[in-house]
């Protein structure tokens, strides 16, 4: 506290009289709010996610690499359908990193303009030469594969090749990547604010002719998730978690075949139908991707933005004309009310 000592002087040798003047004034700040990640949109207190690019790993989902590691820290997940029906993780991981992550395998035609809205770092296993070059070539991008790697990839001794090279996630980020770091893939609901959609309570994507390839979602509503299996069983990684993301995005692709490459490749530039699955409800509407260095933009029928709740968000890149079997919540159930304990009285007729 600070003392204000104030002396008045008359002449003729008057009383000195002293005034006391106390400070009132207070120095109160409110801390800022906390970084927020911005794959995620979730409150980063760390702000690690700010000071490193995404790193992109190629991991696969045939059966016998099932269960895979890691892939339940990332923060987002393309699901694509590669040669053969079979379908690939495009994984994205920046606000979180787990401590290993696997099997990692090759690159694929839809890996580049994917990776082109990211930049950063690229881990895969080879691939054919026109798309090792495709690959290379993205902006901003610095592809890693096992021969380059160093100690950030081995091989796990218990796993049969090719399904056994997994990588150190930490230990990529020394081969650089910009930029840092990466930009928003989605736009997300504000506090307060409601995604609006019809209720779900699961729902089932046919990404391949292979049932082994078409994952269902059920929301459970007490961690706001969407749980993910597949052939009835449920979605679960080597550390016991089961795949949960706070979003999944069906984004209904076309598929071409590839010259000269395995498989098909997808159309993720352009525009098409989208259906987004949030706080246990579906909007439909539209992506656009006009830009291959912007993220595809959702919007509803009226051409307003479709917001995510911020959090894990899986996109399955689903072909165009796939069914994708939705179903509804059942109704809610309707309780007669009980005769004993009604509150209604008869008049009682009061004679003349």
Not at 50 to 78: F, H, M, S, W
Not at 247 to 263: C, D, I, K, R, W
């Amino acid at each position: 506290m600070l003392t204000l000592v104030a002396a008045a002087c008359g002449g003729g040798g008057g009383d000195d009289k002293t005034a006391q003047t106390k400070d009132t004034s207070t120095s109160s700040s409110t801390p800022p709010p906390p970084p927020v990640a911005p794959l995620t949109g979730l409150p980063d207190p760390t702000g690690a996610s700010l000071t490193r690019p995404a790193l992109i790993i190629k991991i696969e989902n045939t059966p016998q690499a099932r269960p895979q590691t890691g892939l339940e820290a990332a923060d987002v997940v393309y699901e694509e359908v590669v040669d053969g029906g079979i379908t690939r993780f495009f994984a994205v991981f920046n606000s979180t990193l787990p401590e290993t992550v696997g099997p990692i395998r090759s690159v694929r035609p839809i890996d580049a303009p994917l990776a082109q809205q990211l930049g950063g770092l690229f881990a895969y296993s080879g691939g054919i030469s026109e798309e090792i070059e495709r690959i290379s070539s993205v902006p901003s991008l610095i592809p890693v594969d096992e021969s380059a790697a160093g100690d950030a990839m081995f091989r796990e001794s218990s796993r049969s090749a090719p399904h056994n090279l997994y990588g150190y996630p930490d230990r990529f980020f020394p081969f650089g990547g910009a930029p840092v770091p990466p930009q928003p893939l989605f736009t997300y609901l504000a506090t307060g604010e409601t995604f609006v959609g019809e209720p779900v309570q699961s729902f089932t994507v046919a990404e391949s002719d292979d049932t082994d390839y078409n994952p269902s979602y059920t929301w459970e509503p007490t961690t706001r998730t969407w749980l993910r299996s597949v052939l009835g069983e449920p979605s679960t990684m080597a550390s016991g978690v089961q795949i949960a993301p706070t979003n999944v995005v069906v984004q209904f692709t076309t598929y071409t075949p590839s010259v000269g490459a395995p498989g098909a490749t997808g159309t993720v530039t352009g525009s098409g139908e989208v259906w987004v699955f949030t706080d246990g409800k579906l909007a439909k509407g539209t992506w656009t991707r006009n830009d291959p260095a912007l993220p595809a933009v959702y919007t509803d029928a009226a051409g307003a933005p479709i917001k995510l709740a911020p959090g894990r968000t899986w996109v399955e890149l689903a072909a165009f004309g796939a069914e994708t079997q939705v179903v509804a919540p059942p109704p809610p159930v309707t309780v007669p009310p009980d005769p004993s304990t009604s509150t209604t009285k008869k008049k009682n007729k009061k004679n003349d």
